[in-house]
């Protein structure tokens, strides 16, 4: 059974920095793209960040340059790290995993708020 489990959310104040982690079970991590989607209240989930398997990543425009997407292939982990946090990053952050077979994944969410 695939498991995707988040942490390491929390409240943190605007420009600080709070990463995020997501281990993966279940699945030969390795050869899947994964990613990092949030939703704030009221809003669309939207895509923040991806990486694929090797290793290529890409960036929603609103979060270039301050969150930077890695992974762990040893550890099963994808982590995001969020510097110079804004008011607007506040939102459900949900890990993604796309496998090689097209099945996708969802992580439970970890709650991200930002005092501005």
């Known amino acids: 059974q695939v498991q995707l489990v988040e942490s390491g959310g929390g409240l943190v104040q605007a420009g600080g920095s709070l990463r995020l982690s997501c281990v993966v079970s279940?699945?030969?991590?390795?050869?899947?793209?994964m990613g990092w989607y949030r939703q704030a209240p009221g809003k669309q989930r939207e895509l923040v960040a991806s990486?694929?398997?090797?290793?290529?990543?890409s960036y929603a425009d609103s979060v270039k340059g301050r969150f930077i997407i890695s992974r762990d292939n040893v550890k099963n982990t994808v982590l995001l790290q969020m510097n110079s946090l804004k008011h607007e990053d506040t939102a459900v952050y949900y890990c993604?995993?796309?496998?090689?077979?097209?099945?996708?994944?969802w992580g439970q969410g970890t709650q991200v708020t930002v005092s501005s």
């Open positions: 993604n995993m796309k496998s090689v077979w097209g099945d996708v994944y």
């Open positions: 279940g699945s030969i991590f390795r050869l899947n793209a």
């Open positions: 990486i694929q398997s090797g290793g290529s990543t």
